[in-house]
């Protein structure tokens, strides 16, 4: 079964830049799309389809995806972004839905 | 606007049954599938399957065969998690998704729904 693999914990300062991988096999070749989860809420769609943004959700979020590895961005970095955040791809393989391991992001 | 909300908290003892209800709102139920994903305590996001809310055909994900259901009701907008035979490892919170049609990301969650198994 396809596998994403995403760094447990993140760590960064207001004001800076937070990147989030997301690895998996040319994962370059599906669509990958973000989830921010806080804790004892649902989470939440921040980037679909590689790079686009749902309504609502700042320019401050933004996402890439190219070769084994795909990336959620997040500039100036807030204490309201601190979250857990998913990766997510459909695997037309076998027509199953894989969510990564989830990334912790702690604002420092 | 888009709601999905789900039924309460469940206390259950292993063996039992429950089922976890999803009223949708705000949108044509039958135009988006439906789908369920898991969250063990601490742990992160599983999907489980997924229903076609136009014919019903649900479609499992592994480790999600046998003991679990996933049903319709869409005269109520309704979509329904039975799970059977619970186990201590069942104890999760369970969500329903939304997933537009010719996409394959969720763009709204139910707020979950915590099922404990214990003694």
């Known amino acids: 079964s396809y596998v994403l693999t995403q760094p447990p914990s993140v760590s960064v300062a207001p004001g800076q830049t937070a990147r989030i991988t997301c690895g998996g096999n040319n994962i370059g070749s599906k669509s990958v799309h973000w989830y921010q989860q806080k804790p004892g809420q649902a989470p939440v769609l921040v980037v679909y389809d590689d790079s686009d943004r749902p309504s609502g959700i700042p320019e401050r979020f933004s996402g890439s995806n190219s070769g084994n590895t795909a990336t959620l961005t997040i500039s100036r970095v807030e204490a309201g972004d601190e979250a857990d955040y998913y990766c997510q791809v459909w695997d037309s393989s076998s027509d199953l839905y894989v969510f990564g391991t989830g990334t912790k992001v702690t604002v420092l | 606007q888009v709601q999905l909300v789900q039924s309460g908290s469940e206390l259950k003892k292993p063996g039992a049954s429950v089922k976890v209800s999803c009223k949708a709102s705000g949108y044509t139920f039958t135009s988006y599938a439906m789908n369920w994903v898991r969250q063990a305590p601490g742990q992160g996001l599983e999907w489980m399957g997924w229903i076609n809310t136009n014919t019903g055909n649900p479609t499992y994900a592994q480790g999600f065969t046998g003991r679990f259901v996933f049903s319709l009701d869409t005269s109520v907008s309704t979509a329904y998690l039975q799970i059977s035979s619970l186990k201590a490892e069942d104890t999760a919170v369970y969500y329903c998704?939304?997933?537009?049609?010719?996409?394959?990301?969720?763009?709204?969650w139910g707020q979950g729904t915590l099922v404990t198994v214990s003694s």
């Open positions: 998704a939304r997933v537009p049609s010719h996409k394959r990301n969720i763009d709204y």
